[in-house]
């Protein structure tokens, strides 16, 4: 999606941004206590406002998470700058062989993330039952 697809607006919920980029909300929540660049505002009422540079942050997380097979720790570190945007080596290798999957440090990497992801979930899940 290029920026010319975003809605021309000052603020957008994060129901808009979740049609815009096709990243489900708790994705996006989750995204944001893994990326520090990534910070909406909240409204009065506690919900997120996200702005257009937001928007094409998300889209630049989901490219490089996505499409270019980085890991959190390695877009994080491509938009901070301290690492190039080229392809993981090890992704070329995955695309190239999926049994390039079984290496270890991947599966430990992809259970950290699971654990990670897990985690948010349920403190959203004790969130929302508090505020029954």
Same mark, same amino acid.
């Given at each position: 999606?290029?920026?010319?697809?975003?809605?021309?607006?000052? =603020?957008?919920?994060?129901?808009?941004?979740?049609?815009?980029?096709?990243?489900?909300?708790?994705?996006?929540?989750?995204?944001?206590?893994?990326?520090?660049?990534?910070?909406?505002?909240?409204?009065?009422?506690?919900?997120?406002?996200?702005?257009?540079?937001?928007?094409?942050?998300?889209?630049?997380?989901?490219?490089?998470? =996505?499409?270019?097979?980085?890991?959190?720790?390695?877009?994080?570190?491509?938009?901070?700058?301290?690492?190039?945007?080229?392809?993981?080596?090890?992704?070329?290798?995955?695309?190239?062989?999926?049994?390039?999957?079984?290496?270890?440090?991947?599966?430990?990497?992809?259970?950290?993330?699971?654990?990670?992801?897990?985690?948010?979930?349920?403190?959203?899940?004790?969130?929302?039952?508090?505020?029954?």
């Amino acid at each position: 999606m290029t920026t010319a697809e975003i809605p021309d607006k000052l =603020y957008y919920s994060i129901g808009e941004v979740k049609k815009i980029t096709s990243v489900e909300s708790y994705v996006l929540r989750f995204w944001e206590s893994e990326f520090p660049s990534l910070r909406p505002r909240k409204n009065k009422k506690g919900h997120r406002t996200y702005r257009k540079k937001d928007i094409e942050l998300i889209l630049k997380i989901k490219e490089l998470l =996505y499409e270019n097979k980085f890991t959190i720790p390695g877009a994080r570190e491509v938009l901070s700058g301290k690492r190039s945007p080229v392809v993981p080596q090890q992704a070329r290798r995955q695309a190239a062989q999926p049994e390039a999957l079984d290496d270890a440090e991947s599966l430990a990497e992809i259970h950290r993330e699971l654990t990670d992801l897990m985690s948010l979930l349920e403190r959203e899940q004790n969130e929302d039952i508090f505020e029954e």
